[in-house]
């Protein structure tokens, strides 16, 4: 239950004494000797069975400062580790002796209580008067998420996780606090059967491909196809790749489903070759499978392997990266590296990141696909078309021809084909299939 305190403006309690600290470092914080995250999980695992069978009802309240970064830019290290100890004594006052508090990293705090708070305003109150600092008044905001034991998690971790979302909602709803709800852990629930999923299929488990056709627009030919991955739990069922990828980026499970994608497209790529198809194959490359400390084989043994394997032809395979990648310089040497051995280079989505045009100039890609939310408005406003028409010139110009992504329907092909752009893809053509779908379409031979 949270104390009583009434604080005059600007007034902070006197730092502890390094003498009352805990004895045990690797769980504590240095700088206000909370606990730290760690200390804050291994101790509430111990707590929350205990506070049950009293019949209490615990709960994890996640507190963020807000602007932090802000605030303590204005300070000396001296300053700043003052405003961290006045804000580990107002929560010490704020939530009295039966609290477990943490500290988790820079502005993140975190706090186990044995009951939930009767009022959350005099709580912001508490923490949010504020604090003077050589002779400077800084005026301090929270955000909070709450999270319930057991409704919301039944592990500590697993409450943090969900205190930490619940803060998020706050965030994302304009409101001070957010309590973790039913819809919330469903979320939850789904994320980590993704995750746990991924991790399970990373030698190919539940993966498919299906190949989106590239069309050479003056033609209607079918010139090559993008890969593109599928994926089915098999307690979910089908997921879409908007759910799972962002999962395996986050989790770096994107970097060994990212290999299986390789070696899968390469090996269908050479059937389709035996059978007399001659068609380009496009790989969407993720950053993490460029990064440095990337984990596995890299990206360009792969595919030089499975090419020399196979007997392909390297510049029939192009790699697609994010526009976002050009301003990474470590990974932009790999992205040369493998231009340099042969492979062709795509800029996947130009214009959604509004990257500067100047990193072109130095880019080794060939490709530039232009995003298909100039395509989605290009009939109500020119100005859409004026934009692709500059694009395609620009690629022109550099040597590089243009995909242009989503085109659904005839009216939007005539106003790409009428701006010069060279290949299309979309719904209007053809949606993803699989590989045996390929052999009737009209490719060249």
Not at 101 to 120: G, H, I, K, T, Y
Not at 136 to 155: F, K, M, Q, R, W
Not at 259 to 288: C, F, K, T, Y
Request: charged share 25%; with cysteine.
């Amino acid at each position: 239950m949270m104390h009583a305190l009434v604080m005059n403006d600007g007034w902070v309690p006197t730092p502890p004494s390094p003498a009352s600290m805990d004895h045990l470092p690797a769980q504590r914080d240095p700088l206000t000797g909370l606990l730290n995250k760690h200390g804050f999980i291994r101790e509430g695992n111990r707590l929350l069975p205990l506070m049950a069978a009293a019949g209490e009802h615990p709960h994890v309240i996640f507190i963020e400062l807000n602007n932090y970064e802000g605030i303590v830019s204005r300070m000396s290290y001296e300053e700043a580790l003052e405003l961290l100890q006045a804000m580990r004594w107002r929560l010490q006052l704020a939530f009295g002796e039966d609290a477990l508090l943490a500290r988790f990293d820079s502005e993140r705090f975190a706090v186990l209580l044995p009951e939930a708070l009767d009022e959350f305003t005099a709580l912001q109150r508490v923490l949010e008067t504020p604090v003077v600092i050589g002779g400077n008044a800084y005026h301090l905001s929270i955000t909070c998420g709450v999270a319930t034991y057991p409704e919301a998690a039944d592990n500590m971790h697993m409450l943090v996780i969900a205190a930490r979302i619940a803060r998020r909602d706050a965030i994302n709803a304009g409101r001070p606090v957010s309590t973790f709800s039913g819809e919330q852990r469903r979320r939850l629930s789904r994320s980590r059967a993704i995750e746990d999923g991924l991790w399970e299929s990373r030698a190919g488990e539940g993966l498919s491909l299906v190949y989106q056709p590239k069309v050479e627009i003056h033609s209607g030919r079918v010139i090559g196809v993008e890969t593109l991955m599928r994926w089915y739990h098999p307690e979910l069922g089908h997921v879409s790749p908007t759910e799972f990828v962002p999962v395996a980026e986050r989790t770096r499970t994107i970097v060994p489903l990212g290999e299986w994608m390789i070696r899968e497209s390469l090996h269908q790529q050479s059937q389709w070759r035996r059978q007399g198809l001659d068609l380009s194959v496009a790989i969407n490359i993720s950053p993490a499978q460029l990064a440095p400390e990337a984990s596995g084989t890299p990206v360009l043994d792969i595919l030089a392997d499975e090419c020399d394997r196979l007997d392909l032809d390297r510049s029939k395979i192009e790699l697609e990266i994010t526009e976002g990648l050009l301003t990474d310089e470590s990974a932009m040497a790999q992205v040369r590296r493998l231009a340099n051995a042969g492979f062709g280079i795509a800029i996947d989505d130009f214009g959604r990141d509004h990257s500067a045009l100047s990193l072109l100039v130095d880019s080794p890609a060939r490709t530039l696909k232009i995003d298909k939310g100039f395509v989605d408005n290009i009939l109500r406003n020119p100005r859409q078309a004026a934009i692709i028409r500059f694009i395609t010139e620009l690629a022109h110009d550099l040597g590089m021809r243009t995909v242009v992504e989503g085109v659904e329907h005839i009216r939007q092909l005539v106003a790409v084909a009428s701006a010069g752009c060279d290949y299309g893809q979309g719904y209007f053509y053809y949606r993803p299939m699989c590989a045996d779908r390929i052999h009737g379409l009209r490719t060249p031979h």
